[in-house]
């Protein structure tokens, strides 16, 4: 296919660092307000233009806007998290939930799913780089939903619903999965979030040593 080049859009005027220090993880988006054709145009526009090997360019993206599509992806949505969390911990429902468990939260997602207005599915052509080229496209995609004032949050699926993930949407047997990707606005607010200091996460010169900012 040919290529073409894009010139930022004038609705991306969010300073950088502002997006980057008020983004968070957006699990519960308003059902009634409507994510325009126009801003996914505009942050599929800004997944395209971050760095990938070779300018291959492997990464695909499957965005389902139909209501009665979410409702049906949300159910395996909701399938697929629960095989994750029984694999992992034999958790079958949210009473098997530590008290103090951040999955509390996350489990969030689980349901609210059917809600979002949106919902990418990030794919790859299959190659050795696809998943290196691909993420970065990504975080262009979620800071630019934040840029417009959207939320999103990464999350994935669980082979056990891969097949009929693939077979609701067509998706060619060859496509590599990724992550998918809820959209919308949300209901309540978005940053600041705390963090880990990068002084307690971060090594200088050798594993274990501190960073000069310590």
């Known amino acids: ?11 991306l005027t ?10 968070r993880a957006t699990r519960r988006l308003d059902p009634d307000r409507p994510v325009t054709d126009a801003q996914l145009e505009i942050i599929l526009n800004a997944a395209s233009k971050a760095p990938n090997g070779g300018n291959m360019q492997p990464a695909r993206y499957l965005v389902i806007r139909e209501r009665e599509a979410i409702a049906e992806f949300g159910k395996l949505y909701f ?13 079958s429902s949210k009473a098997d939930i530590p008290a103090d468990s ?30 290196s ?10 800071l630019s939903a934040r840029a ?11 082979p056990e619903v891969m097949d009929r993930v693939n077979a609701m949407f067509g998706v060619p047997e060859e496509m590599a ?15 600041p979030t705390s963090r880990f200091p990068t002084s307690a996460t971060t090594s200088w010169g050798r594993w274990g040593e501190a960073p000069p900012w310590t």
Not at 1 to 11: H, K, N, Q, S, T
Not at 14 to 23: K, L, R
Not at 133 to 142: A, C, E, H, I
Not at 148 to 158: A, C, E, F, I, R
């Open 1 to 11: 296919m040919d290529m073409v080049r894009l010139e930022p859009p004038a609705e």
């Open 14 to 23: 969010m300073q950088v660092g502002e997006a980057m220090f008020t983004q």
């Open 79 to 91: 399938e697929a998290w629960w095989a994750k969390r029984r694999d992992a911990y034999g958790w």
């Open 102 to 131: 951040p999955y509390r939260l996350a489990a969030l997602l689980a349901d609210e799913m059917v809600n979002a207005p949106a919902v990418i599915l990030v794919y790859s052509e299959a190659s050795g780089v696809a998943a």
């Open 133 to 142: 080229s691909t993420f970065p496209g990504v975080q262009n995609l979620l």
């Open 148 to 158: 417009l004032g959207l939320g999103s949050v990464l999350t994935t699926l669980h």
């Open 177 to 191: 999965f990724h992550c998918c990707i809820p959209i919308g606005y949300p209901r309540g607010n978005f940053g």
